[in-house]
Structures are given as structure tokens and as C-alpha cells.
């Protein structure tokens, strides 16, 4: 079965310029993860969507970050503007909320570089 | 607060020897614990979950609940074990979130 596709896998910008992220999930996996990992730390939970209705955006700074999942298949995740400390890659997830193992199948991450 | 501990950043061993990656946690009730792994180069995929009780790939963890720690260990490293490993919390599956809680990761390096 096909992985978990994000897009665009690099992207650099400068400080107060905006960006998006595209995810599309597992076919039929109804819940979908945005991770921020900095460098050196643990994916942190950015916002949890099930179907296309928010579970958890408590960590979403929600004075610049975005983030939508029209129909509950595919979600962008947009910043604007962009800070320095928003330098990051950006892990999209999905999993089978039926089979609810626990197991998350990550893409490949956005790496966004803010100069 | 739920939160996951890997105290060590880095550890290197050598190709035979036994290895164990530390994880502590912090959290209230019963919580799920699971290990991830990152290969060089690949996604971040589950290695394993506590409460299958399995080994995958030689590795084990078992979970102290009175020692909130949930180590793991693999009696003979390999090369191919090196990657970078996360320790994950999260809530019982009662819960309508099935969030994962991160610890900070730790690199594994073995040597020839």
C-alpha cells in the first residue's frame, strides 16, 4: 500500500514569508498527525484531525500556523509569517482509528529552513 | 503532566555487545508505551509496543510501572541496529486522542 506522501520535501525561506505543507494519508486511515521536530528534540504534536474535524491543536500556534483537512483525506499545514525558531521538519502521520494499535505511519517530512 | 524522558543522547557500543536504550516517563494512569526507530534515510516507523509483549528484531522492552521506565534492550547489538530511537506515551486506548507523547530520541551507533 502506498506510505503516507508529503510535499514539498525541502523548502527555504526568509523570516516573515509564508509556507505550506501538503500531506495526503493512508488510504482510508482517518486520523491525521502534524509533528514539528526541531533539530536534537522528539516530534511534538502540532494538531490532531479525525476525519476532517480538529481533536488537538493545543500545541498549534495558532497566531501564525494554519492547518486544514478539506473532505478528510488530504491536509495542508500553512505558517504565516514564518519566524526563525519555526526552522524545522514538519512530520505528517495517519493512522486507522478502527484498528486504534497505536501505530502511526509517518511521512517522509517537509524540512523548512527560515533565514 | 505526560511527559517521556531519554536521558542519553548518543550511545555507541560495539557490534556483539549488549545494548539498552533508557526511557522514563511521567504520566498519571495506565499509559501505552511504544518505541519508534528512524533508519538513516528512512521514516519514522514503530519497532515496538508494550503491550504486545513481542520482540522485533532481537529487541525487547518491558514496561516498570513502579519505575515508570520502559527500557530497551537487545542482548547482541548489530550494525544494522544503528538508528535513531523514541521512546512514545500515550493514553489508554479509552481515550478519543491517540496522540503520541515523543521522548528527545536517542542515537544508537554501533560499531564494528
Known amino acids: 500500500e502506498a506510505g503516507v506522501a508529503q510535499s514539498p520535501r525541502y523548502k527555504i525561506i526568509e523570516k516573515r514569508q509564508s509556507v505550506a505543507f501538503w500531506c495526503n494519508p493512508i488510504?482510508?486511515?482517518?486520523?491525521l498527525y502534524w509533528y514539528q521536530q526541531i533539530l536534537g528534540q522528539g516530534p511534538k504534536l502540532l494538531i490532531q484531525?479525525?476525519?476532517?474535524?480538529?481533536?488537538?491543536d493545543s500545541q498549534l500556534p495558532k497566531d501564525r500556523f494554519s492547518a486544514e483537512r478539506l473532505k478528510g483525506v488530504d491536509s495542508t499545514l500553512k505558517i504565516q509569517p514564518a519566524k526563525l525558531e519555526d526552522s524545522a521538519v514538519y512530520l505528517c502521520?495517519?493512522?486507522?482509528?478502527?484498528?486504534?494499535?497505536?501505530?502511526?505511519?509517518f511521512g517522509e517530512g517537509s524540512r523548512l529552513t527560515v533565514l | 503532566a505526560q511527559r517521556v524522558t531519554q536521558p542519553e543522547k548518543l550511545l555507541s557500543v560495539f557490534k556483539g555487545a549488549p545494548v539498552e536504550l533508557k526511557c522514563n516517563y511521567s504520566y498519571s494512569g495506565s499509559p501505552e508505551l511504544f518505541w519508534y526507530v528512524q533508519y538513516s534515510r528512512q521514516r519514522l516507523q514503530l519497532l515496538l509496543r508494550?503491550?504486545s509483549r513481542e520482540s522485533i528484531k532481537g529487541f525487547t522492552a518491558d514496561l516498570n510501572k513502579g519505575e515508570t521506565s520502559f527500557h530497551l534492550k537487545k542482548p547482541f547489538a548489530q550494525e544494522e541496529d544503528s538508528a535513531m530511537y523514541y521512546c512514545a506515551l500515550r493514553r489508554p486506548p479509552s481515550s478519543n486522542t491517540g496522540k503520541l507523547i515523543f521522548g528527545q530520541g536517542t542515537t544508537l551507533q554501533v560499531k564494528p
Open positions: 488510504s482510508g486511515h482517518a486520523t
Open positions: 508494550h503491550i
Open positions: 502521520a495517519s493512522s486507522s482509528r478502527t484498528e486504534n494499535t497505536g501505530e502511526l505511519f
Open positions: 484531525f479525525q476525519n476532517n474535524g480538529v481533536v488537538d
